[in-house]
């Protein structure tokens, strides 16, 4: 592609987010001890524990709290080796494993990458030693993560700060600092796309299950809670590895620069502080009863519908809206509730088109909606005697709403009056109008319990 037509589409940024300098300092300090502190608090009398706040209320404990000698007993040689360990042992079987090589959308800078995909096996394999583990050596070598807890999670911090360091020197060409790469890589080595979900995602599962190893090494058994949250978070995992070339269409890959954000959020936030549920329910077991439960579990199944279903609806679409499956797919959609049958969308000047059926109908980036609604049932199985277990619902909300804006705005530039037209049809953000989706969901159930003769027939000669 002529250098000139890259320079257009992968333009200099002219505007700061997260208030520029002094958030990305903020962020790069406090990020850190807030998973820390989360973590620190989290204790058989509390979340937070109860002689943390004690501690703390002392402001002479406060001004000792930052003292060298606490900075560095968070240190663990050990943990730092397992993890160290832990990234090789992934490294390894990315490159053993076969998978087959898959083409990237165009990114922001009018180039094309191609991304070996083996996450799900790589996942698979992991799985498998665990349970090779449990039945030869028993649950004990596994309680080595709680009792290193913390110490994991400073190798994690050290590891993100090192690799995003390295990647900022590595920008630096003929002593020129040309920019935050987008896609750093060493051969065909892809630092991104390898740190988006290997290390984050798989660290999760073995956090989650060392946690429910932990409860039942200490109650002899494990709760309905605990099961539940390893199965509902360990699905969710499973599925970001099984739908890996998914990844290939987010915003982290094919407009993000590899920075500390990304190695940070990566392997210390999704890998430790995503499992916060898990460990609080390991030191803080709830006991729910079965009316709560059949909720929980009818939230976790209703957020996932919405989040899988319009996830595959724009990959699909966005990757080849030709595809007979995609077709399918949407048309059944649209006929179970909303009694549509065509797929529809809006064709832009750049040529690109925009969809108006099936989930994207009902709102725009209707995805995150069904994205908070798991990261509730999620909260609920934690019960309600301390607020920390729903620092991630807070959390997702923020993080969902400013990716929202970002989305919105992104697409304002790309597609100019078109979008206006394409928002004028599609009215509402995230969450679609609660009466519109009431009558449609109410049809929806309605037509599967009917079984209507008509529809049925047409679903059928649509798999055919």
């Known amino acids: 592609m002529p250098s000139k037509n890259k320079s257009v589409l992968n333009q200099k940024t002219t505007k700061y987010e997260f208030l520029g300098p002094i958030g990305a300092f903020l962020m790069i300090t406090v ?8 973590h620190l608090s989290c204790q058989f009398d509390g979340h937070p524990s109860r002689e943390l706040i004690v501690y703390l209320s002392d402001i002479n404990n ?20 397992a993890y160290i360990i832990y990234l090789a042992y992934l490294i390894v079987i990315f490159y053993l494993i076969p998978g087959r090589w898959v083409e990237g959308t165009q990114l922001r800078d009018g180039t094309k990458l191609k991304y070996k995909e083996n996450g799900f096996y790589n996942l698979t394999l ?19 993560i709680d009792h290193h807890f913390i110490g994991l999670i400073t190798a994690s911090t050290i590891v993100s700060f090192a690799l995003s360091f390295y990647v900022y020197l590595a920008s630096f060409q003929e002593g020129k600092l040309l920019a935050l790469e987008l896609n750093p890589r060493i051969g065909s080595f892809d630092i991104k796309y390898f740190v988006e979900l290997r290390p984050g995602i798989i660290c999760w599962i073995i956090v989650n299950i060392s946690m429910a190893i932990k409860q039942y090494h200490d109650l002899g058994y494990v709760t309905i809670g605990m099961f539940l949250i390893v199965i509902f978070q360990g699905w969710y995992c499973v599925d970001a590895l099984y739908n890996e070339p998914a990844v290939l269409t987010t915003m982290d890959i094919t407009t993000d620069g590899f920075g500390w954000m990304l190695s940070f959020g990566n392997f210390t936030w999704v890998g430790f502080l995503y499992g916060l549920q898990a460990r609080y329910l390991a030191l803080h077991p709830v006991y729910l009863s079965r009316l709560q439960i059949i909720f929980i579990i009818c939230l976790q199944a209703i957020g996932y519908t919405i989040f899988r279903g319009a996830n595959n ?4 679409f ?7 499956k995609y077709i399918e797919l949407i048309t059944i959609i649209n ?3 909303y009694d549509e049958i065509d797929l529809k969308y809006i064709t832009t000047e750049a040529g690109s088109r925009l969809i108006i059926s099936g989930w994207w109908g009902r709102a725009r980036h209707i995805n995150y909606l069904g994205d908070w609604i798991i990261s509730w049932a999620w909260c609920l199985l934690c019960g309600f005697d301390d607020i920390i277990p729903y620092f991630y619902v807070i959390y997702f909300a923020v ?6 804006r970002r989305d919105e705005e992104k697409c304002k530039k790309k ?26 969901g109410l049809f929806c159930l309605e037509r599967q319990i009917s079984g209507d003769v008509q529809h049925s027939s047409l679903r059928t000669s649509t798999f055919l």
Request: proline share 6%.
């Open 31 to 38: 990020l850190p001890i807030l998973v820390y502190v989360l």
């Open 62 to 81: 406060l001004k000792t709290l930052f003292t060298l000698s606490n900075i560095f007993s968070l240190f663990d040689p050990t943990a730092f080796l």
């Open 126 to 144: 992991t799985l498998f030693i665990i349970l090779i583990i449990l039945s030869t050596k028993g649950h004990e070598p596994f309680l080595f």
């Open 313 to 316: 609806e724009k990959n699909h």
């Open 318 to 324: 966005r990757n080849n809206p030709e595809d007979p």
């Open 335 to 337: 006929i179970l509730c």
């Open 399 to 404: 993080l969902l709403i400013h990716r929202e």
């Open 415 to 440: 597609y100019k009056k078109d979008w206006d037209k394409y928002c004028e049809i599609v009215k509402w953000r995230i969450v679609p109008e609660l009466e519109e989706s009431f009558e449609a």
